[in-house]
């Protein structure tokens, strides 16, 4: 059993010890089988949410009424959430409904795959009553039970089918394709959020490759915000190596680019996502930069941050490998410039104003503006003494 099993084993314990059944549910029990580094250690028990957080001491109401409470434990957290079946589906959405019930197997039944719905014991023993290990051990995405039917009770799962296929490499069982291609327009009532949230993930998967173009052939793509009109950009884009980006910023921005969203609508294209207000500023900025040149004043005015992630992009589209190298000289020219912003600057909006005798004005700015270029540039020192001469030489604003 892996160490990240064996730290949440008191908790399982704890349960056990209460009379309930417990186990370890869902991804983690997958990525232990397929020997891949473990995420969240889920937890699923038949106790029903009061019983758990009477038995822990600290834990979270984290939706309570879906049956999930958060335990901490030492230095972690664990969902420990309620067998439950999940009925009246409502509009293709989550349930609206959940009931608890005491039996793992049924529990196991409402999960989306077969690889995502296996069980392990105390004792490290795998529960697999729908076959995941075998579609593990031939690579397969297939659903529990008839997927058509998981697809309309949640259409998400579409979408989830295609991000595991990125993530593991695998490849959609022949059924589960079929009844996405059937299914599709089902992920129109899906909200933004959890798309978008799938969506990321099939991006930074290391087969984003075959995913964006599983999601093309399938016709999904049709359903996910600003994709309708760009099924042949979306082709392109598969190519992208997206995995090698490290922020959300950098993922959005080559996508915009790839997409070829100009930049009046990257704006649009990104509130369609519902991303926070701080990444769509970020993605379009790195978009923004990297259609110029290298000069000392795009350097300047992109920021080290957007420079370098849009100079990871533009190597990546070239040679779908990282050039640390490159990337060391991009750093080097822009630590080399003679200011980092206005604030280097060794005169003020203050000094223009005793130096020119002048009431405050729109001119004030200006000037900073030009001197800001010229010390950006190298055609002037940044020193005091320096502006103030160059200033004499200049018409009086
Ligand atoms: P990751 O490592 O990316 O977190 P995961 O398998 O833990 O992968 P989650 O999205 O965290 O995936 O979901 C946890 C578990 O809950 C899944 O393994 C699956 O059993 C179940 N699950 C999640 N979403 C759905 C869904 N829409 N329909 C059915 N079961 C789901
Ligand atoms: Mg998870």
């Given at each position: 059993m892996e160490q990240d099993f064996i730290k949440a084993l008191p908790v399982l314990r704890t349960l056990i010890e209460a009379g309930h059944q417990a186990y370890f549910v869902g991804g983690a029990v997958r990525d232990s089988y397929m020997k891949r580094t473990i995420g969240d250690v889920d937890i699923?028990?038949?106790?029903?949410?009061?019983?758990?957080?009477?038995?822990?001491?600290?834990?979270?109401?984290?939706?309570?009424e879906h049956g999930t409470i958060i335990v901490l434990w030492e230095d972690d957290t664990y969902e420990v959430t309620t067998f439950r079946t999940e009925s009246a589906y409502e509009d293709y959405r989550r349930p609206s409904?959940?009931?608890?019930?005491?039996?793992?197997?049924?529990?196991?039944?409402?999960?989306?795959?077969?690889?995502?719905?296996?069980?392990?014991?105390?004792?490290?023993?795998?529960?697999d009553y729908f076959g995941g290990k075998k579609d593990i051990d031939q690579q397969l995405i297939r659903t529990v039970g008839k997927p058509e039917d998981r697809f309309q009770e949640d259409a998400l799962r579409m979408l989830r089918a295609v991000r595991f296929m990125s993530q593991l490499g695998f490849t959609l069982s022949k059924e589960t394709e079929e009844a996405i291609i059937k299914e599709k327009t089902l992920l129109s009532h899906?909200?933004?959020?959890?798309?978008?949230?799938?969506?990321?993930?099939?991006?930074?998967?290391?087969?984003?490759?075959?995913?964006?173009?599983?999601?093309v052939?399938?016709?999904?793509?049709?359903?996910?915000?600003?994709?309708?009109?760009?099924?042949?950009?979306?082709?392109?884009?598969?190519?992208?190596p997206f995995s090698f980006l490290t922020s959300r910023e950098e993922l959005w921005a080559a996508l915009l680019i790839d997409l070829q969203i100009e930049l009046k609508d990257a704006m649009l294209f990104l509130k369609a996502w519902k991303l926070p207000g701080k990444v769509m500023k970020e993605a379009a900025h790195i978009a923004d930069t990297f259609g110029q040149s290298l000069d000392a004043m795009s350097m300047y005015k992109a920021g080290e941050k957007a420079l370098l992630s849009a100079v990871k992009i533009s190597m990546l589209r070239q040679t779908k490998q990282l050039n640390g190298e490159r990337l060391k000289e991009v750093?080097?020219?822009?630590?080399?410039?003679?200011i980092k912003s206005l604030k280097d600057l060794?005169?003020?909006g203050r000094d223009l104003l005793a130096l020119r005798n002048q009431p405050a004005g729109k001119w004030v700015s200006e000037e900073l503006q030009r001197i800001e270029q010229?010390?950006?540039?190298?055609?002037?020192?940044?020193?005091?003494?320096?502006?103030?001469?160059?200033?004499?030489?200049?018409?009086?604003?």
């Open positions: 699923a028990t038949d106790a029903a949410p009061d019983q758990v957080e009477r038995l822990f001491k600290r834990t979270v109401d984290v939706g309570k409904e959940v009931h608890f019930i005491t039996s793992l197997e049924e529990d196991l039944k409402r999960r989306d795959l077969t690889i995502n719905a296996m069980a392990m014991t105390a004792d490290g023993q795998v529960l899906v909200s933004v959020e959890r798309k978008t949230i799938e969506f990321e993930k099939l991006l930074l998967g290391k087969a984003s490759r075959e995913a964006i173009q599983m999601l052939h399938t016709g999904l793509y049709k359903e996910l915000p600003g994709f309708y009109h760009k099924r042949e950009n979306l082709l392109t884009a598969s190519e992208f750093r080097e020219a822009y630590q080399s410039l003679p060794a005169i003020t010229a010390v950006v540039t190298g055609k002037l020192s940044n020193q005091k003494k320096h502006i103030e001469e160059w200033l004499k030489t200049c018409d009086q604003p």
